[in-house]
Nanobody, 116 residues
């Protein structure tokens, strides 16, 4: 069974930066994504990396956020710069496992609050 551990959330001023981490253990991962759920209960895909390092971003974060991964550590990151109040949300990592099973796993979520 794959285990995911998220970290890096917190309170930051507008214009500030945070770096989220998500570490997977117990399986082989084929793709990784970051989702967020806003206080208005909207859920959206923020960024993803899959296959041959194909990367996608939501229009709202493109140019400000960067998704990356460290294969040796089985960890993905979301570098968030120029944060805005509308980035406030609970951020969840999601990975797709190809071993020992074929399914996706969700992290516990980490709160990001952007406020002055």
């Amino acid at each position: 069974q794959v285990q995911l551990v998220e970290s890096g959330g917190g309170l930051v001023q507008p214009g500030g930066s945070l770096r989220l981490s998500c570490t997977a253990s117990g399986g082989s991962i084929s793709s990784m994504r970051w989702y967020r759920r806003t206080p208005g209960n909207q859920r959206e895909l923020v960024a993803g990396i899959r296959g041959r390092d194909s990367v996608t971003y939501a229009d709202s974060v493109r140019g400000r956020f960067t998704i990356s991964k460290d294969n040796a550590k089985n960890t993905m990151y979301l570098q968030m710069n120029s944060l805005k109040p509308e980035d406030t949300a609970v951020y969840y990592c999601n990975v797709f496992s190809v071993h020992p099973d074929f399914r996706d796993y969700w992290g516990q979520g980490t709160q990001v609050t952007v406020s002055s």
